[in-house]
């Protein structure tokens, strides 16, 4: 999930119980599937695979899985029907909610994700009623006790192509134009920076406040759409007072 802030949430997910690292692993498996059967099973010339076999890694997802994941996109008919879909819709204050979709039965997931929406207090939306409030960015974390020296981190990854870099808790978030990735990814392993998180993502344009009530009503409509079998990711653009 992308929102509020992006490294509350991937130390959120790393200590995620088992029954939602189950949910992650499968998410994960099924998008290296559809990345192999589109553009085949090199991540050199895939972008999509090379992004979630990052991801995979990120997730500490076993090899075995990730091998049987690639075997069903080179050969398998297993996943052949799904439908990438975007569902856009709002949160508690009025917050921004995109959905990237990976379904077999359309009918069936739009059931579920309006469920979700109308019980945790928002409701979907029609198209495009809050996409335009998302940009399409690279974004990756860097701890800051892998590299504390935030000026030459900076001067690196703006010649690498980088858009912006800042400080948030322990980490550095650099975020580039999509394009940027391969170029800002090989600068930072040149180096021997190791990131905590690198992929290629919705970031909103701009956040809204939310209070203490209204943010735990929205956490809990992202956990209970994230935990939605046919949902890949969930963007939003809310922050806590």
């Known amino acids: ?43 050199t010339g895939n972008m999509r695979l090379k992004l979630a076999l990052s991801k995979a890694k990120a997730n500490n997802i076993p090899k075995d899985n990730i091998n049987r994941a690639i075997q069903k996109g080179l050969g398998a008919t297993e996943g052949s029907n799904y439908e990438e879909v975007v569902y856009e819709g709002y949160g508690p204050g009025g917050t921004a909610v995109l959905l990237d979709i990976l379904t077999d039965n359309r009918n069936r997931t739009a059931a579920d994700v309006r469920h979700l929406f109308s019980k945790y207090g928002g409701n979907l939306g029609q198209d495009g009623c809050v996409a335009w409030m998302f940009k399409k960015k690279a974004v990756f974390i860097v701890e800051k006790d892998s590299f504390d020296d935030e000026d030459a981190l900076l001067e690196l990854v703006l010649e690498a192509g980088a858009e912006d870099m800042r400080a948030e808790d322990d980490v550095f978030e650099i975020v580039a134009a999509p394009d940027a990735f391969e170029s800002i990814e090989t600068a930072l392993g040149d180096k021997g920076i190791e990131t905590v998180s690198a992929e290629v993502t919705m970031v909103p344009d701009t956040m809204v406040s939310l209070s203490e009530k209204d943010a735990e009503k ?24």
């Open 1 to 43: 999930m992308s929102g509020h802030s992006k490294w509350a949430n991937i130390k959120r997910k790393k200590g995620a119980n088992d029954a939602i690292r189950g949910k992650i692993t499968t998410k994960i498996g099924r998008e290296i599937t559809i990345a192999v059967r589109m553009g085949g099973g090199d991540p």
């Open 218 to 241: 929205m956490q809990t409509l992202i956990d209970a759409l994230e935990d939605n079998d046919d949902v890949q990711n969930v963007y939003s653009n809310y922050e806590m007072d």
